[in-house]
């Protein structure tokens, strides 16, 4: 793992336990909408979600589907392993990085992940892991927060970012649609209950 990595994730274990209580109000007042949007389109036999977190996505899981998950920091998938075993959820969590999946070719139905590109060190390395390990025909579905189009905002954004890389370990200057784009997929759709900075785009390879 490079040093970068190495500094998101150590940021990620030491948010795991405020996790859920730092995102509880726009968890409630926003996310939680948008995440049942994602996930009503997840279909196939087999779905990976990467980028697991402290398993908020558990509540949306289809049951007919077997569900592989991953996450690179240790502390959040702890939490998950917990949820999920308090909650009696069927997925397989594994300790990994999305930048190498450890997973062959055209693995999966669905590739899903939502608010992870934020924080990937190189985005564009994992989105080609996406693509990579989902099937021809099949989708990769993310909800992720990006730069805003208005420039004032973008600039601010921009002069913020240091500063929440550094508590947070997240970006808020990612152009993750632009990095979806330059992967090689068929179709990019961007469903309208998006927002100039909150997007929901599904992929199809
Ligand atoms: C903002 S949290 C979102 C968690 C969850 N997806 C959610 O919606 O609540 C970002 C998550 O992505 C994980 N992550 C960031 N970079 C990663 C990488 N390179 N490989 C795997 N997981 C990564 C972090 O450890 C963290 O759990």
Redesign the pocket.
Known sequence: MTAN?NR??QR?DRL?PY?DSL?GVLEGLL?RRL?KKLWVQAAGAHIL?????????FAFYPDDARMTG????PR??EIAQRKQQRKQIAVDLTL????SLDYADNSFDTVI????F????KPRK?LKELYRVCKPGGQVLL?EHVLSSNKILATLMNLFNPLVVNT???NINRQTLKNVQACPFQKIFIDPASSDMIKLIRAIK
């Open positions: 990595s998101i994730r990620y795991a996790f995102e996310f995440r979600e990467v980028g697991v977190g402290t398993g908020k996505n991953i996450d690179f920091s959040m998938l990994m990085d999305v930048q992940g939502s608010f992870v934020c924080s990937v060190p994992g909800l947070l370990g997240a």
